[in-house]
């Protein structure tokens, strides 16, 4: 089966502007997530959905960080200012359905640089 | 709220040799525990998991991990290491409810000598 897809793979961008990525689940996969994973640290997750709802935002940056999956498939994430903290990789992952029995698949990620 | 901590942030090992990696996490119920392995610039794929019964389970690759309530780890330990195990190790504790999120550790970089 065709895997979780991210684009792009490398973003480069300064500081106060604005960026998105996008990723396009596995195939019949419910529940999406975005992380963050700084340099030298674990993901952190950021949103969870489940199909086109938010079942979990409460460690996004609201004020600078939005995302969205309008038809419960492909989800786009968006920083808009960005700020030089925000340089990581961030990674989009899917499962079946949510809870953590339901192993998550990732993507590669997309490695974000702010200069 | 639950957390998990890998001590060791570097570990190097010959060829050959066994490893294990130490996770120890925190959380109010009963874990569920996973072990991730990422390889530079790719994203991170599941190695193992326990949700419940046995505590020691079998993963790919070669590896197998323990649960230790008493403890509250769950370490991954491999018998023979190769070169292509060289990657950053990651341990991660979620719950049994819906939405429940995945709380990862801080990663432990192996490098694998000749």
């Known amino acids: 089966e065709a895997g979780v897809a991210q684009s792009p793979r490398y973003k480069i961008i300064e500081k106060r502007q604005s960026v998105a990525f996008w990723c396009n689940p596995i195939?019949?996969?419910?529940?999406l997530y975005w992380y963050q994973q700084i340099l030298g640290q674990g993901p952190k997750l950021l949103i969870q959905?489940?199909?086109?709802?938010?079942?979990?935002d409460s460690q996004l940056p609201k004020d600078r960080f939005s995302a969205e999956r309008l038809k419960g498939v492909d989800s786009t994430l968006k920083i808009q200012p960005a700020k030089l903290e925000d340089s990581a990789v961030y990674l989009c992952?899917?499962?079946?359905?949510?809870?953590?029995?339901?192993?998550?698949?990732f993507g590669d990620g997309t490695r974000l640089s702010i200069l | 709220a639950q957390s998990v901590t890998q001590p060791d942030i570097h570990i190097t090992v010959s060829e050959g040799a066994s490893l294990e990696l130490r996770c120890n996490y925190s959380?109010?119920?009963?874990?569920?525990l996973f072990w991730y392995v990422q390889s530079p610039g790719q994203g991170l794929q599941l190695l193992l998991k326990?949700?419940?019964?046995?505590?020691l389970v079998q993963g790919i690759k070669g590896f197998e991990a323990e649960f230790k309530r008493s403890q509250s780890s769950f370490n991954l330990r491999k018998p023979s290491v190769h070169w292509s195990d060289a990657a950053e190790y990651f341990c991660?504790?979620?719950?049994?409810?819906?939405?429940?999120?995945?709380?990862f550790g801080g990663g432990t970089r192996l490098m694998v000598k000749p």
């Open positions: 992952a899917s499962s079946l359905g949510p809870g953590a029995r339901q192993p998550q698949h």
């Open positions: 195939s019949g996969h419910a529940t």
């Open positions: 959905f489940q199909n086109n709802g938010v079942v979990d």
């Open positions: 959380y109010g119920a009963t874990p569920y």
């Open positions: 326990y949700f419940s019964g046995d505590t």
């Open positions: 991660a504790v979620g719950g049994n409810n819906a939405g429940n999120m995945l709380t």
